[in-house]
């Protein structure tokens, strides 16, 4: 029997294509009636992009992204606080990808066609609930009018932060958790800035930050990019999570009128953006199991984070080789999963909550306030390279993409 997949996002296709090419037959299922390119930008961490290197993605990676040169930090008067080269500019075997959600979606989706067929992928089927016994487990659907059942030798919720499996699995466990910080998002055709392969985080919370990195080249045959941008600003308001919803230029433009940079002037970029949307940053409590018999969970439907440490899509594509190595290792699907979740149920956890309280942009926090919100004289003189280095040194081990864990992995094949 197939293993069914509900969710044809990052997490769902990349454990497609892993379980195909260790021959587990898999079908995967998607609630939207054709897989098209939503959301905006996200970032490739190395430990994602050596798995993704691994499924032989990496070349079509190359052409549709951009490779990460350096990561670096601003004050929101434009000043430097510190920068990191990343990915193979600091010696990692794999890059750090720079990418629009719906081109690497459009990539594994493509690769996992190419490998089980596109008769594999059946979209326009709704989830509404989850069963099993001793010997399978069934995915019940709603396919327009109709109800569909599906039975497999498994089932895994890669269904993102609303899962219908997870609420099936942990019928008392709330909605997502409002952080207390809104954000607005968007993309812009614009001049590269700083090296062209600069990731850029900026400001802070209490007046605003931005998170800004380019996600295409050469979008218009004069050397333009598409601009990712992301404004994050304090406010007790906040509605439902929706990956679609309009945002309104006017509820945050103001945090960022004045932040005209010598190479780059943000509010101009913002407001030349072709459509602004808007969602809370949210997460939930770690869970205290993923995994029940022939069911379990992956990606954010698991463990939905922040996204302060750009690390939600690898952490799904960890989860994927996880449990697709799992299910090689062994055929007893309950097993399976349980293994699976034993290897990364702790791990992830640790990543969700350092991403409440010491992501890598907490170098801009330590800087706000030990400046009280003010320009400095020298940034020496306000935090040690050391400290920050450390920040984001820890970061990196908490995630699992510092070079030494990496190298490790290498070794060991």
């Not at 190359?62 to 434009?78: D, L, M, P, Q």
């Not at 207390?180 to 985080?201: F, K």
């Not at 309280?357 to 170098?363: K, N, R, S, V, Y």
Request: hydrophobic share 40%; aromatic share 10%; charged share 25%.
């Amino acid at each position: 029997m197939d293993l069914l997949i509900i969710g044809a996002g990052i997490g769902g296709l990349t454990l497609g294509l892993m379980a195909q090419r260790r021959g587990i037959p898999v079908r995967i299922f998607e609630a939207a009636p054709e897989i098209k390119p939503i959301g905006v930008g996200i970032s490739i961490l190395p430990h994602a992009s050596k798995e993704l290197s691994e499924l032989g993605l990496r070349e079509e990676l190359e052409k549709v992204a951009v490779t990460a040169k350096e990561s670096c930090f601003f004050n929101r008067f434009g000043q430097f606080i510190y920068k990191e080269p990343v990915g193979t500019y600091a010696g990692y075997p794999w890059p750090q990808f720079q990418i629009h959600r719906g081109d690497l979606q459009q990539v594994l989706y493509n690769a996992f066609v190419a490998e089980a067929g596109a008769d594999r992928v059946a979209t326009g089927h709704r989830l509404i609930a989850v069963e099993q016994d001793g010997e399978s487990a069934t995915a019940v659907f709603t396919v327009g009018e109709r109800e569909v059942r599906v039975r497999g030798a498994g089932i895994v919720g890669a269904d993102g932060i609303h899962s219908v499996v997870r609420r099936e699995l942990h019928p008392n466990d709330g909605g997502p958790i409002y952080s207390g910080v809104n954000m607005w998002r968007g993309v812009t055709v614009w001049q590269p800035y700083l090296t062209g392969q600069s990731y850029m985080r900026a400001g802070w919370l209490t007046h605003g930050k931005m998170v800004i990195y380019p996600i295409r080249n050469n979008v218009d045959g004069k050397g333009r990019q598409l601009i990712n941008w992301v404004a994050e600003v304090e406010t007790p308001d906040h509605e439902r999570q929706d990956w679609n919803k309009q945002g309104r230029l006017e509820d945050f433009i103001g945090y960022f009128e004045d932040w005209h940079f010598d190479f780059l002037d943000v509010p101009a970029m913002i407001r030349a953006a072709e459509v602004i949307l808007e969602y809370p940053m949210v997460d939930k409590d770690p869970l205290a199991r993923w995994s029940f018999g022939r069911i379990t969970l992956l990606g954010d439907a698991a463990h939905p984070m922040y996204p302060r440490g750009s690390n939600g899509a690898g952490q799904a594509i960890l989860d994927a080789r996880a449990l697709a190595d799992s299910l090689a290792a062994d055929r007893d699907v309950a097993a399976a999963f349980k293994a699976y979740e034993d290897r990364r149920l702790a791990a992830t956890a640790e990543v969700v909550r350092t991403n409440r309280t010491t992501p890598p942009d907490a170098i801009l926090r330590e800087v706000y306030l030990r400046t009280g919100d003010k320009p400095f004289e020298r940034i020496e003189d306000v935090i040690a390279p050391a400290e920050m280095a450390a920040i984001t040194n820890r970061y990196k081990k908490i995630a699992g993409y510092d070079r030494q864990s990496l190298e490790e992995k290498r070794a060991a094949g």
